[in-house]
């Protein structure tokens, strides 16, 4: 029985009501459950998970994360958007926080990378379309570049809607 998607992440943190609140305001998660002190779940805008954010606090002692840099463990999470005007939202606000440690155009994808407050990396992207999967996009597909959004919303618009995924056009569903 295969797995078909990813339903949701647990971080562990120092501060819950910091997570909380960071997650709330730059992508707009809302709390569904949890305290928000000892522990809090959200759910991501237009999402049908119960949740898509667990978070649970460890104390202001705890220590950074280590995982690929001299332990094993998850690299990020990606969320995506819909749009690329969303994407470029993001990206402004998260160098309004200094949080912004990457933005990367690989061909059918466009990233963005930042930290939490706890240093751990997330991934924001938006998907090409799969009508939109040109030469272009798939010759970017081989190496990965700085990502410059405004370069994107000129060629593929503003307001198109990404794919899903795999680059599955929004509202079909693959089989």
């Given at each position: 029985m295969p797995v078909h998607r990813l339903n949701h992440v647990v971080l562990y943190v120092r501060e819950v009501a910091r997570t909380k609140l960071f997650y709330e305001e730059v992508f707009g998660f809302r709390q569904v459950m949890g305290d928000?002190?000892?522990?809090?779940?959200?759910?991501?805008p237009g999402s049908n998970n119960d949740h898509d954010l667990g978070i649970f606090?460890?104390?202001?002692?705890?220590g950074d994360s280590t995982a690929g840099r001299s332990t094993v463990g998850m690299y990020h999470v990606a969320w995506e958007v819909?749009?690329?005007r969303e994407l470029s939202e993001i990206h402004d606000?998260?160098?309004?926080?200094?949080c912004l440690v990457g933005a990367?155009?690989?061909?059918?994808?466009?990233?963005l990378y930042g930290l939490d407050p706890d240093g751990l990396e997330f991934e924001v992207s938006w998907i090409v379309p799969a009508a939109?999967?040109?030469?272009?996009?798939?010759?970017?597909?081989?190496?990965?570049?700085?990502?410059?959004?405004?370069?994107e919303m000129q060629y593929y618009g503003a307001e198109t809607l990404g794919g899903?995924?795999?680059s599955i056009p929004l509202?079909?569903?693959?089989e």
């Open positions: 928000g002190v000892r522990a809090s779940f959200l759910q991501a606090g460890l104390g202001a002692t705890a819909n749009t690329l606000d998260l160098i309004r926080r200094g990367s155009n690989h061909g059918t994808t466009k990233a939109r999967i040109d030469d272009r996009a798939l010759s970017e597909r081989l190496t990965t570049t700085r990502l410059d959004i405004a370069r899903l995924g795999v509202g079909v569903l693959a």
